[in-house]
């Protein structure tokens, strides 16, 4: 194995903080001893709360099934509210993981490394989650079948014309895409935790899942042809899949939602938020996993660059749909955004401007995006933002219509509460397994970027047994 050089003016990755900082060892050992190390208490305190969540989710949903949606607090006027903005949440979050690994790769971005993994995984995870949704919202649970586009002996079929039934497919095409790239660039680095499994279980569930990879030029050749095909089928799906969930409003009739902007708006909200994701769970993985070295803050930068960037296409796009109002000369669509920002919620709506298009200005600062406290904390509030903007695209579009004997304020009942809560002791709890189970970082990735580094040499085998 080759001595490496390293220059100095690359900030992607410190290989002077590695461990073993002559050879590519340093990087195995530390990113696999997180798997293999002993189970901390910490682990073990932050899976047990999640877990503790994800009970809330379950007993949310049995309490759903059995009652029916009415134990939300949707009302004649309002009947599309919390189900939907959780929904569109979520899809949202799963769209930086695409990017990053999909789009990023194809650019040739090599700082892309030692975040994709972790976002790849998260993108599946935040899928997971949106899917509660459209499964429970309908009530009867147990009918759902028929929703399928298959023959069944009620002879019912779905509406081919509805956003809805593309939200079906678009989803679930994205989900599958997204998993199948997940671990197809998990693949090299599975045959390491085989090679270095110190147990026979771990040696025999590691060495299934690694497809008995065995670092052979042939096998480079397949898995990077493999994963190129991947990235470009993944690219178009980053731009589809949040249009297409864009149309569920968009091809309505409903003042505030029938506008041609929300395609594009929409996408840029979703990278907005997925990115601001990101950070948070990167920030949390250099603290406690102490991934500091891999994940710099040249990463973190980035990011936050990006972060700007479509904070500030969101923001115009505010800024274009009131613009859009006045100029249609629609008394409704004007009345609709004047509601929006002054009427009974122009506190989420102002809650919404403040998180998602002042904040992220700050980072025009090279001080803030380089502060890790600032960079969590308004990473944070982002997507606090990001779910008030579609809680009020949503609500406030519906709870004042044509009819103002008809007109009501939407408050969400404890359900809609626990239930969009314990999503997120879904993802959490999800995200727990995966960082204790999996390497969260891509090693054979990272090896490959770094000077005189040869990628199909990147995972000696050979080592990592007698190292075990």
Avoid at 184 to 194: C, S
């Amino acid at each position: 194995m080759s001595t490496l050089s390293y220059p100095h003016d690359d900030p992607a990755v410190r290989p002077e903080l590695l461990p073993g900082k002559r050879d590519f060892r340093g990087i195995t050992r530390q990113v696999s001893g997180i798997v293999e190390a002993k189970t901390p208490t910490g682990w073990k305190l932050a899976i047990a709360f999640t877990l503790s969540v994800l009970m809330i989710l379950f007993g949310s949903l049995f309490r759903l099934v059995t009652k029916g949606t009415g134990v939300w607090g949707l009302n004649t006027t309002v009947g599309w509210a919390w189900d939907i903005t959780g929904f569109v949440f979520w899809v949202g979050i799963g769209h930086a993981g695409t990017l990053i690994s999909a789009i990023l790769f194809l650019f040739r971005q090599k700082w892309r490394t030692s975040i994709n993994r972790a976002a790849e995984a998260m993108t599946i995870f935040a899928v997971m989650s949106a899917a509660i949704y459209p499964v429970f919202h309908v009530g009867r649970v147990w009918f759902a079948y028929w929703l399928f586009p298959v023959p069944n002996q009620m002879q019912v079929w779905p509406n081919f014309k509805s956003p809805l039934f593309w939200d079906v497919c678009a989803v679930s095409t994205y989900a599958t895409v997204s998993l199948l790239f997940w671990f197809v660039g998990l693949v090299p680095d599975l045959a390491t935790l085989r090679d270095r499994a110190d147990t026979k279980t771990k040696q025999i569930v590691y060495g299934i899942l690694a497809l008995g990879w065995r670092g052979s030029h042939r096998h480079w050749l397949n898995y990077e042809k493999a994963y190129q095909i991947f990235a470009g089928l993944s690219t178009p799906l980053v731009l589809s899949v949040h249009t297409i969930v864009s149309f569920d409003f968009a091809v309505s009739v409903v003042p505030g939602w029938h506008t041609t902007i929300f395609p594009p708006y929409f996408v840029a909200g979703a990278v907005f938020s997925g990115f601001a994701m990101v950070v948070t769970l990167m920030v949390m993985a250099r603290r406690f996993l102490g991934l500091g070295n891999l994940i710099t803050i040249h990463h973190l930068e980035n990011m936050n660059k990006i972060i700007l960037a479509t904070g500030s296409i969101v923001g115009y796009a505010y800024g274009i749909e009131f613009f859009t109002a006045w100029y249609s000369g629609n008394p409704y669509e004007k009345f609709v955004f004047l509601n929006r920002a002054f009427g009974p919620y122009s506190w989420a709506y102002w809650t919404m401007v403040s998180c998602n298009v002042i904040f992220p200005q700050l980072f025009w600062f090279k001080k803030v995006r380089t502060s890790v406290p600032l960079m969590f904390v308004i990473s944070i509030l982002v997507n606090i933002g990001m779910w008030f903007e579609r809680f009020v695209i949503v609500v406030t579009s519906l709870h004042r219509d044509y009819l103002p004997s008809s007109w009501t304020y939407f408050k969400p009942s404890l359900f809609d509460i626990s239930t969009f809560i314990g999503t997120f002791g879904l993802f959490f709890t999800m995200l727990l397994l995966f960082v204790r189970y999996l390497p969260m970082v891509a090693i054979g990735e990272v090896k490959s970027i770094l000077p005189a580094a040869d990628p199909h040499a990147a995972h000696d085998h050979t080592e990592a047994r007698h190292e075990s």
